[in-house]
Every structure is written in C-alpha cells, then in structure tokens.
C-alpha cells in the first residue's frame, strides 16, 4: 500500500478493454488458450507477440494449403475452366482449415481428386 500511495505501482485495473484495445480474432483464441478473458486488459509481452506471430503464420500456411489443394483438384475432370479453380481456391483461402477438413472428407475419402 505505501508504494501505491508514493505513486510508485499503479493499482491493477480489471475494468472491461475499450472498442480500441479488444483483441481481435487470433488475439483472442490466443488468450482464451491461456486461461485469459479476452475482454478484460492483458498486458502483453514480447514472448506473447512471438507466439502469436507463429500463430499468424501457421493461419497463413493453413489456408495456402487449402488454396492449393482446391487448385490442384479437377473433381476427375469435371471442372477444367481455369476460372472456376481460381475462384474456387479463393473461397478455400479463405475458409481454411473448413477446406482441410472439407477435402479430407469430400474428396480424399470420396476419391474424387
């Protein structure tokens, strides 16, 4: 308490994050993941901001793999219109790690790529 009244500590303040702070979506699951309410302030450090750089990265990975995977399959021959695999790997961009288990399912398991 005397440190708090010299000015010296400031008292922990647990109030709800303002529209500014909130974390967005890997933020969050990254908080959630740690025990954290992602609505409350978190103080962040450098070793928070590594990991959560691994974690942007793997997203990315995730969805060019996606991406690729949809290009690269023809649905044995019936989609051969190059625009239609552009777009298609678009919406697999997008979505994911939805497209992984989607291809795994769909096409691995059906036999269809």
């Known amino acids: 308490m005397f440190f708090l009244s010299l000015g010296l500590l400031e008292p922990f303040n647990n109030a709800n994050a303002t529209q500014e702070n909130k974390p967005d979506g890997i933020k969050s699951l990254y908080l959630y993941l ?10 962040w450090k450098i070793t928070d901001y590594l990991i959560l750089a691994v974690m ?3 997203a990315l990975l995730i969805s060019c793999a996606a991406a690729y995977l949809c290009f690269s ?3 044995k ?9 552009i777009l298609n790997a678009f919406i697999a961009f997008m979505l994911g790690p ?3 288990i989607w291809y795994f399912l769909v096409n691995y398991l059906g036999g269809l790529c």
């Open 56 to 58: 942007y990265i793997a």
């Open 73 to 75: 399959c023809t649905w």
């Open 34 to 43: 740690n025990g954290y309410n992602a609505s409350y302030y978190y103080n």
């Open 77 to 85: 021959g019936s989609v051969t219109n190059i625009y239609i695999r």
């Open 98 to 100: 939805i497209y992984i």
